[in-house]
């Protein structure tokens, strides 16, 4: 059974395979799969989550299970954790959709540390008519977490269109050499169309 600070994870909610909150910083999530610890390298609990239940589902033992999530390393800009020197980054530019970069921004939004948060967000590609209601839904949600943030992108541009919003990576870059961030945690999250990784150097 989870512990008050904790919470299960998972399809089998009977099973130990539980996340605490108060492990949860920019350098992963600690999780327990039955009585083994591990830790990952990722930010959220979505992707060790579905990991756990399918190792578990083919039989996997409880353990290697563990230690598998702890070896894993992203890549690839997928929920990468990144230490440039002068910040502390979570790389997650490979792709977006509302509900992934809703979960992203919550789970970033509640990071301990009292190093302050920058979110550099861009366009959530593909979403047709539902487009506009969708990014300004997501910058609504950006300001109930309080976050800093960057936005990126012609549908950030046309849904919100505020001091916060720039038209593509390039100009984004710009605004980043002429004012570099520095002792923040940044999530980068968008699209792989809109190129943020083209942005990770300046960071």
């Known amino acids: 059974m989870a512990t ?32 083994n610890r591990a830790s990952t390298r990722t930010q959220g609990s979505a992707r060790p989550a579905r990991s756990r239940s399918i ?7 409880p353990d290697m299970i563990a230690g598998a999530l702890s070896d894993y390393v992203p890549s690839n800009n997928r929920s990468q954790l990144k230490d440039t020197g002068r910040n502390q980054l979570v790389l997650d530019a490979y792709n ?23 979110a550099i967000l861009g366009d959530m590609l593909e979403l047709g008519g539902a487009s506009r209601a969708e990014h300004t839904a997501i910058a609504a949600l950006v300001d ?11 549908e950030f541009m046309q849904a919100v269109g505020d001091a916060r919003c720039h038209a593509d990576a390039i ?14 945690v940044i999530l980068v999250k968008g699209s792989r169309g809109i190129k943020l990784e083209t942005v990770v150097g300046m960071l």
Request: charged share 20%; proline share 9%.
């Open 55 to 61: 190792g578990t589902h083919f039989g996997v033992p």
């Open 144 to 154: 109930r977490l309080g976050l800093q943030a960057l936005l990126v992108g012609k």
């Open 4 to 35: 008050p600070n904790e919470r299960p994870v998972g399809w089998a909610h009977t099973e130990r395979f539980c996340t605490s909150r108060k492990s949860s910083s920019s350098n992963g999530v600690g999780f327990h799969v039955f009585e």
């Open 96 to 118: 977006a959709n509302p509900t992934s970069m809703a979960a992203a921004l919550e789970n970033f939004a509640k990071l301990p540390g009292a190093k302050p948060k920058l």
């Open 171 to 184: 100009a984004l870059a710009a605004v980043l050499k002429a004012d570099p961030p520095t002792g923040k």
